[in-house]
Nanobody, 122 residues
Framework: QVQLVESGGGLVQAGGSLRLSCAFS????????MGWFRQTPGTEREFVAG????????NYADSVKGRFTISRDNAKNTVYLQMNNLKPEDTAVFHC???????????????WGQGTQVTVAS
C-alpha cells in the first residue's frame, strides 16, 4: 500500500545539477519525515538528507551541505532533492525513504523506493 517512486536521475557533468523527485502513495504522507539515501556497490548505504513532516527542519550529511537541498510539497505528496555542483563522488543510486514518525531523530525509516541512478562524469 505504501510506495515511493524516485525520478530525475541521469548522467551529468561535474559541476552540473539534477533535481530528484520522490512521489509517495499511501496514507498520511504529511505525518512522516522523509529522507534521501545513496549507495554504491560495495559501500554502506549513506544518509544524504532528511526533512521533518512539515518541512520546517532539515538535516544533511556533511559531504553535501551547501550543495544539496531537500524540500517537500505535501499537497503533491512529493519530496525533492535539488543537487547542485555535483561531483564524481556523488555517483550512486539515490533512494527515497519514509520515516516511521514525524520528527527527525525520533525514529528510523521503514519504507524505501527502488532508487534512481545518478552518474556524475569527470
Amino acid at each position: 500500500q505504501v510506495q515511493l517512486v524516485e525520478s530525475g536521475g541521469g548522467l551529468v557533468q561535474a559541476g552540473g545539477s539534477l533535481r530528484l523527485s520522490c512521489a509517495f502513495s499511501g496514507r498520511s504522507f504529511r505525518s512522516y519525515h522523509m529522507g534521501w539515501f545513496r549507495q554504491t556497490p560495495g559501500t554502506e548505504r549513506e544518509f544524504v538528507a532528511g526533512i521533518n513532516w512539515s518541512g520546517q527542519y532539515t538535516n544533511y550529511a556533511d559531504s553535501v551541505k551547501g550543495r544539496f537541498t531537500i524540500s517537500r510539497d505535501n499537497a503533491k505528496n512529493t519530496v525533492y532533492l535539488q543537487m547542485n555542483n555535483l561531483k564524481p563522488e556523488d555517483t550512486a543510486v539515490f533512494h527515497c525513504a519514509r520515516g516511521g514518525c514525524g520528527e527527525l531523530g525520533a525514529c528510523g525509516y521503514d519504507f524505501w523506493g527502488q532508487g534512481t541512478q545518478v552518474t556524475v562524469a569527470s
